[in-house]
């Protein structure tokens, strides 16, 4: 399965090495030079929990249009940059070409589909965890499930392919008909630890320490649970909130989030598809959301400060 990759940050190389491991043919896509020239000249750098350090050899590129059509495009650009990537990206699209979303938060599939045609769109969810070092040089910080499937639900033959595909280069990756409670169950674990580790300058490993801060996470996620039932999502608070706190015991000292990295980088977040996809759906559905609405606005007054 000839694949292309949007996206050579922490997430999309880390995949991107297991599959140019297991000999598929993929290519890594990324509008930054610098990151391209790095993995190109000393290949992609990979860091495991011990420390050990290997390099994989990795085609990547900023043309994505010189590619040729691929089989598998997967996207992992940050929220902001979807549009501007999955639009640059139309010239590699075959009639039987799949685009495969496992990006943080939700949305994003609404904006690729309506580039692409839902018709060619699978969403996901990867429990690996994954960060930057440097241009071409990521940590892999852990392993877990990935979960993909239609957008409506349905078994399908090709999501299985996919799942097929990434399990074989070792990434326990299943086709699931609940995919969208599979995604709503991660963007619950965003949602509760993302922000409040940003804003308490905390790393994740810390958050538990405090009830006062586990009280404000349980109210987060309430609300998540909330809205979630009122899109037909079953999300149990009391397994979710298990499930959380389970994760966050089992974090090496000193994790940051994504959310973390990108403030102390003074990058923009993608609060927007964080807590910001649980006010707008509180919005749609009459649902007040107050916790997340309050972490949405602080973390959006942060980025606010680097301009």
């Not at 922490?10 to 598929?24: K, P, R, W, Y």
């Amino acid at each position: 399965m000839r694949t292309a990759i949007l996206g050579a940050g922490a997430m999309g190389s880390v995949i991107g090495s297991f599959l140019t491991e297991a000999g598929a043919e993929v290519v890594l896509v990324d509008i930054s030079k610098p990151i391209v020239d790095a993995i190109t000249s000393n290949g992609l750098l990979v860091v495991d929990r011990e420390g050990n350090e290997k390099a994989v050899r990795i085609a990547a590129t900023t043309d994505v249009s010189s590619l040729g059509v691929v089989d598998l495009l997967i996207v992992f650009v940050k929220c902001y940059h979807t549009e501007a990537a999955v639009s640059s990206a139309l010239p590699v699209l075959g009639k039987n070409s799949i685009v495969l979303s496992l990006q943080n938060g939700w949305g994003n599939a609404g904006r690729i589909s309506n580039i692409v045609g839902a018709e060619r769109v699978l969403v996901g969810v990867s429990y690996h965890s994954a960060t930057v070092l440097g241009p071409g040089r990521v940590r892999h910080a852990g392993q877990g499930p990935t979960f993909l499937g239609e957008l409506n639900g349905k078994a399908s033959e090709r999501a299985d392919r996919v799942a097929s595909f990434l399990s074989a280069a070792g990434l326990k990756a299943e086709a699931s008909s609940e995919v969208l409670k599979e995604i709503w169950s991660k963007l619950a674990l965003n949602v509760v630890t993302l922000p409040t580790s940003v804003l308490a300058r905390i790393t994740a490993d810390q958050l538990l320490k405090s009830a006062e801060m586990q009280d404000l996470m349980q109210k987060l996620l309430q609300e998540v649970t909330t809205v979630a039932a009122a899109q037909q999502i079953s999300l149990d608070f009391d397994q979710r909130w298990a499930g959380i706190t389970a994760l966050l015991q089992r974090l090496a000292p000193n994790t940051k989030g994504s959310m973390f990295q990108d403030i102390e980088n003074q990058r923009r977040t993608e609060i927007d598809v964080i807590n910001g996809a649980i006010v707008e759906a509180g919005e749609r559905f009459g649902i007040s959301t107050p916790y997340n609405r309050a972490m949405f606005s602080l973390v959006k007054a942060l980025e606010s400060s680097f301009n």
